[in-house]
């Protein structure tokens, strides 16, 4: 009897030991809702853990229902979570984006964050953000320190211009380097030529610049590395000057299958409109400058708003699909969408259509193949704004500002015929895009040490842009119509032979890079004009309609480059680290003698936080301190412009046709060589409490030396330029960013993270001889007229050395003559004032205004810029605000010189009108009515400091009960453009309209409008 009782007696504990154990399920996602294997799960204070399976399901039994259970996985922040009685638990990890075991590009190789010796940036953006941006460039906006983007274009597709660390050159070639997936992008600017060169109007028909980065669909991106001293982008050599953007595209994550589809709805609208007159007023401001009044109230006037009439509201649309996975020994991300952006000018836009394959398959244990291709194609339709005539009719942006806000205008001038929604009708700039872009790699492993790999890149693109101007628009009518077409082809091949190596010995660990690349490039352009239409009916297609066509124009060049490069780099007990790079490159762009140059860097880190005097300090879990040095360069010249070059001419015969001549067109230079930029960089980072808040700040100095530019040749040479090296800039600057979790719960976390960029621009030299500008005598040079209107034949930027480039040269005022006395004591230009007339600063003290009273009038250089991003995050509900901005930077307000001159019949700037001086209410604030603006003065500059909420997001993971083919869904909705605080009068303080025209910078002059806009977006994950 004692055996059984025995037995029931161990059955007995064993079953209450069972019930004393918590058996705990749950599943572990990340913040896609994609499940994630392998993820530690561990009881905290024992030794009792389990891992994750494929569907990210775990169980583990736990001692007593309340202790703490800690989730574990490399790349995602560390989740404690108390049991609290339950025994399901489900856990979100979210990315540790600043780990510093994260692997970051670096450009021909990759590194660990902690052993990072130069100043390289990461950006990343979540889904819902990468699905409001158009192009790669535009996700750089105030994201990172030392890197400032502007708008040249604020229309769909249009330009943005980028620099990191500041302009480093006078040529206009300041864009950095765009790298993706090892493949060397064209510049963003590259473009084709002018579409109307050679016709009536000739090269002051200037076409809106386009952006040529939007073949890269944002929510294809992984991530972005930005590297901005010499020690980081001195192993691009020759390219490195402007930065070095590296960008790579996603790859499959998982063994199983993940369909992503995304959709996004956008409501647009301009931000804020000009305030001009309104009907009412601008027939009270025509009566009251005319000696006769125009209008007595007996006309049936029909007033119209034409920035409300030509302006819209903007639907856009987008949809993707992508699948991503592992099959057998394969890799892959297979992506496609749409996209149909409208603009908020009527008939602009952008229609897209893209794919995207990248695929990896392991060959064998040792041999790994990648391959990844893009297509695309691309509809761009834009209209007119900024336009090198800058008058009235030669631009829609300016002519729906100034147009008199009347219908029927039989009673003004020829000028006003010519109605603004002819512009919707009667012109059409259309360009189509195709480009494919891909690349195949082979990484063979030599063994525990060497690997071998073998990359080849290709990159084609086929554009065609025409544009029509019918015979309603002022230009069309000039030449009864008149079509340009222009033609872009290019071919790029970069390959590359690259031997990697990483060995550990002790406390030494060395790893590197040699290897050889080759690169070619071959560009085609054509360009073809026709006027005198017999019919309109065709457009852009009728080119062979017309009976006046100019001899085509056609342009080819071809360079190669041909480098060997190489990389150490070395640590020692992981706490002293050192970084050495050389790079020797030849480009068939300069002579045979000069064609080879060797860019080399060196850098060293000190991780402070190893040492063992830093042991108790537990707070701190990074703190390196960085120095380094190095040099770039820049081949940023014409590919012949080492080689005699012809040109070609058109000339008139006597029987009404056009003859084609040719004459040497410039100056063959063989003894140019590489522009070389120097650069010294010093940084500390640091990470307090396991990473949870990082702070990085650096402070750079580089200097550029033997610029390339075009100068002006002598007058005896019969030449109008030649490329020489002259002269030379420095930048210098500091750069803080920080981030980190002001809160990290499991329900609730609050992430805030910044950064702020100062840099100072000086010209150091330029090699001319002194010259008399105003009543100074200073090496200097202006920049291009803003315009070919008389109003606008000026200069508006100096280049002067010892100062910062491009600053705004023209007239200081001191507000307005109130009185003729005062006013009949001084002349401009041999004209006598007048009471009501601005006054200027006489600064020679000769009572005549001209040219010798100019002065400098501002910077358009900001004092520094910066961003700041923040997410609220509780359950499945999240919220990110993401501001930027720029502090101190001057813009010269062209359009005010046409917005507040009242010697025509323009609508004006209604303030203009308002406010204007009057013998009966005197003011000094704006001249009397009938006054004509004719020069550049303080008066139009304006401070372009500004604050914008660029986005505000809320998204929200839908709850419900999951099955086998859906994973989760979720719905966003984000505001753009919400609002901005600044001071700047214009559509856009964001601006920089003639887009790398190096001699024309800080101008607004007939920029597209801002757009504010609501987007609504779905995803759905299989």
Known sequence: MKKPIFTFFLLLVSFTSALAQFNIKGT?????????????????????????????????????????????????????????????????????????DEIVVIGYGTAKRSDLTGSVASVKLSKEQAAIVSSPDVMLRGKAAGVQVTSGNSAPGGAVNVRIRGTATLNGNSEPLYVVDGVIMDSSMEDVGSTMSGGTQGSSTRQEVQNGLTSINPQDIESIEILKDASATAIYGSRGTNGVVLITTKKGSSEKARIIFNSLLDAGSVYEFIPVLSGKEYVDFINEKSS??????????????????????????????????????????????????????????????????????????????????NTIRRVNNMTTGTDNMG????????????????????????????????????????????????????????????????????????????RWYGKNTYTGATANGQLGIALLQTESINSEAMLYFDKSFGDHHLSGTVGVTYDYKTSKQYQMVNENFFTEALGIYGMGYGDNSYPNGASYYNYQLFSGLGRLNYSFK???????????????????????????????????????????????????LRAGWGQTGNQAIDPFSTKDVYT?????????????????????????????????????????????????ADAYYKVTDGMLQEIDAPLSSGFPTIAVNLGSMSNKGLEFSMDGYIINTNDFSWNIGGNISINRNQIISLGLEPSVFGTQEMVAYLGSNIASDAD???????????????????????????????????????????AG???????????????????????????????????????KLSLNLFFYGSYGND??????????????????????????????????TYPRLGYRFQEVSDRFIEDGSFFRLSSLTFSYRIPFERVNWLNSIDLSITGHNLFTITKYSGYNPEVNSFSNDPTRIGIDFGGYPCTKSVSFGLSLTF
């Open 837 to 875: 007339d601005v006054r200027f600063v006489d600064q020679n003290g000769d009572n005549e205004i001209n040219a010798l009273d100019k002065v400098v009038i501002g910077n358009p250089n900001p004092d520094f810029t910066y961003g700041m991003n923040t997410t609220f995050t509780y359950k």
């Open 391 to 466: 008058s009235l009719n030669s631009s829609m942006i300016r002519q729906m500002v100034n147009q008199p806000p009347l219908l029927n205008l039989d009673d003004l001038e020829d000028e006003y015929k010519y109605s603004p929604e002819a512009w919707l009708t009667d012109y059409i700039d259309k360009s189509t895009e195709f480009r494919n872009i891909s690349s195949i790699a082979l990484d063979y492993k030599i063994n525990d040490v060497f690997t071998f790999r073998i990359f080849g890149g290709y990159d084609n693109r086929n554009k065609e842009r025409a």
């Open 792 to 834: 606008l034949a000026t200069a508006a930027n100096i280049f002067i050395e010892g100062s910062p480039i491009g600053m705004f040269w023209g007239y200081q005022t001191d507000g307005i003559y109130q009185n003729e006395a005062e006013a009949s004591q001084y002349a401009y230009s041999g004209v006598a004032r007048q």
């Open 292 to 373: 006769t009044p125009v209008y007595d109230g007996s006309e049936n006037l029909d007033y119209v708003n034409w920035q409300e009439r030509l302006t819209r509201t903007a639907i856009s649309q987008q949809y993707r699909i992508s699948a991503s996975g592992t099959v057998n020994k394969a890799n892959y991300y297979v992506a496609g969408g749409y996209l149909n952006n409208q603009g908020v000018v009527k008939t602009t836009g952008l229609n897209q259509f893209d794919l995207r394959a990248n695929v990896s398959y392991d060959l064998t244990s040792r041999l790994k193949l990648t391959a990844r291709y």
């Open 574 to 624: 992981n706490k002293y680290l050192l970084t050495v790079t050389g790079r020797l490159d030849g480009s068939s762009r300069f002579a045979k003698n000069n064609r080879f140059s060797l860019f080399s860097s060196v850098a060293g880190a000190w991780r402070i936080d190893k040492e063992k005097f830093m042991s108790g300090i537990t707070s701190v879990s990074n703190l390196k």
């Open 28 to 100: 572990i996602r990340d913040t896609e809702g994609e499940p994630l294997a392998g993820v530690t799960v561990l009881i905290s204070g024992t030794n009792t853990a389990v891992a994750s399976n494929l569907d990210g399901v775990y169980s583990i039994i736990a001692p007593s229902p309340d202790v703490e259970m800690q989730f574990i996985s490399i790349g995602f922040i560390t989740q404690n979570v108390r049991i609290d009685n339950r025994t399901l638990i489900d856990v979100i990890l979210k990315e540790d984006t600043q780990r510093l």
């Open 648 to 696: 070609n001419g058109y000339y008139g015969t006597h029987e009404g046709s056009i003859m084609v001549a040719m004459y040497p067109g410039s100056i063959a230079n063989t003894a140019l060589v590489w522009e070389t930029t120097e650069q010294t960089n010093i940084g500390l980072d640091i990470s307090l409490f396991s990473n949870r808040f990082n702070f990085s």
């Open 891 to 924: 813009i010269l307000n062209a359009n005010l010189i046409k917005e507040t001159s009242s010697h025509t019949s323009n609508n004006i700037r209604r303030e203009a009108y308002i406010q204007a001086w009057r013998e009966t209410a005197p003011g000094n």
